[in-house]
């Protein structure tokens, strides 16, 4: 048995191109400052937030189970751009 543990594993990650209004930027950094994390991990969390409340969402990506999106493939890349 190993005397240290090994680091949790981190999500692979995507990156996105993001475009926020000159307030959404702010709250972004504040919200993200206020939590002492990354406003990445901000949107992260967010939008995983939305997609477990949002029971249409839910009904919707149940229909959609055997489709994947063409323009979004496994191993394409975005960028968040936080202007």
Do not use: N
Request: glycine letters at 2%; one cysteine or more.
């Amino acid at each position: 048995m190993a005397v240290l543990k090994a680091p949790p594993r981190q999500p692979k990650t995507t990156v996105v191109q993001l475009r926020l209004d000159e307030e959404a930027k702010i709250k972004l950094a504040k919200y993200a400052e206020f939590l002492d994390c990354s406003p990445s991990y901000v949107v992260m969390e967010a939008l995983k937030l939305v997609y477990h409340k949002d029971r249409e969402f839910q009904s919707w990506l149940s229909d959609q189970h055997t489709k994947t999106p063409e323009s979004i493939t496994k191993g394409d890349s975005f960028q968040l751009e936080l202007k």
